[in-house]
């Protein structure tokens, strides 16, 4: 059974910085792994994905301030947030596809979130 469990949210700073992490259990794919983020009223957004090469795709809304990354070894996924904005705050979900290749909308995991909150 997979599991997803975001951490490292918190409330912080505009021009501040957090370090989300996903850990992933019972995850065995070479898969594509992202984060997402869904605002009060708005609707989900990707903020950035993985494939299983290590490429990285980024909104434009967050390209040179985040960066996600993978601990293989340990399937951890990472997104460092930097020059952290107001707009940014939302809940932060972690996300697997069984798929090498970054799917638009078909991740089959997900996890439960992590709230990012920041203040002007």
């Known amino acids: 059974q997979v599991q997803l469990v975001e951490s490292g949210g918190g409330s912080v700073q505009a021009g501040g910085s957090l370090r989300l992490s996903c850990a992933a259990s019972?995850?065995?794919?070479?898969?594509?792994m992202g984060w997402f983020r869904q605002a009060p009223g708005k609707e989900r957004e990707g903020v950035a994905t993985?494939?299983?090469?290590?490429?990285?795709v980024y909104a434009d809304s967050v390209k040179g301030r985040f960066t996600i990354s993978k601990d293989n070894p340990k399937n951890i996924l990472y997104l460092q947030m930097n020059t952290l904005k107001p707009e940014d705050t939302a809940m932060y979900y972690c996300?697997?596809?069984?798929?090498?290749?970054?799917?638009?909308?078909?991740?089959?995991?997900w996890g439960q979130g992590t709230q990012v909150t920041v203040s002007s």
């Open positions: 993985m494939n299983g090469a290590g490429n990285a």
């Open positions: 019972g995850y065995t794919y070479n898969g594509c």
């Open positions: 996300a697997a596809a069984i798929w090498y290749h970054c799917p638009t909308s078909d991740f089959a995991y």
